[in-house]
């Protein structure tokens, strides 16, 4: 990610970083969790790098990217449920928490990895933020873009081998918004050029 304070992009994330920061600090927990939802090429994983780097409670943060949880191109529900069951669930209760990851060459599950219950933990993926989640979230960010603008990034990141499934994964993002409304279950809204 650029980090020039030129580049709108990288100084609304840094922006947004310090704020969700201080709403982590402010939770006043030694596991807190944090949801960051929004569409594909939105800034959610660049987020999210942020955050780990600025996390503001004594210990290390846990990164999970829904992108290693996603069962193949038509999976952003079940990516979410898998998230839900396997981390948030467990987490909320004090258990340690387990999640496979998606093998994308493979189209099947691969290693498992565990969550401590004692430590904070970051979701990011698009459909994270859901009403089965919201409640097991401390701190919950849409990250909001121009659909144009989150295009553009995510292609130039992913080129072709995203580029034959962008319009199935939109479609699958905008029945996301429309049915669970994560922008009104946020906590914080980011707004990203």
């Known amino acids: 990610m650029p980090s020039r304070s030129d580049d709108p992009v990288a100084a ?3 922006h947004a970083a310090t704020l969700i920061t201080q709403d982590v ?10 949801l960051i939802d929004g569409g594909s090429g939105a800034g959610k994983s660049s987020l999210a790098a942020l955050l780990v780097r600025r996390w503001p409670v004594l210990g290390h943060v846990q990164l999970v990217a829904l ?3 996603y069962p193949g191109w038509d999976g952003l529900d079940g990516g979410a449920e898998r998230a839900l069951d396997g981390i948030l669930r467990p987490h909320g ?3 340690l928490g387990t999640w496979r990851r998606w093998d994308w060459e ?3 599950e691969a290693e498992s990895h565990a969550v401590d219950p004692a430590l904070g933990v970051i979701i990011e993926g698009s459909g994270i933020l859901r009403p089965s ?3 097991l979230a401390d701190v919950r960010v849409w990250v909001e873009s121009a659909e144009e603008s989150r295009k553009a990034r995510a292609l130039t990141r992913d080129g072709d081998t995203y580029r034959p499934h962008w319009d199935r994964w939109a479609a699958q993002e905008r029945r996301h918004v429309e049915r669970d409304d994560p922008r ?6 980011v707004e990203v050029p």
Do not use: K, W, Y
């Open 12 to 14: 609304a994330l840094e």
């Open 25 to 34: 600090r402010a939770v006043a927990a030694a596991n807190p969790v944090v």
């Open 67 to 69: 992108d290693s949880l």
């Open 93 to 95: 209760r004090g258990f």
């Open 106 to 108: 493979t189209q099947s």
């Open 133 to 135: 989640t919201a409640g």
């Open 184 to 189: 009104a279950l946020a906590t914080r809204i």
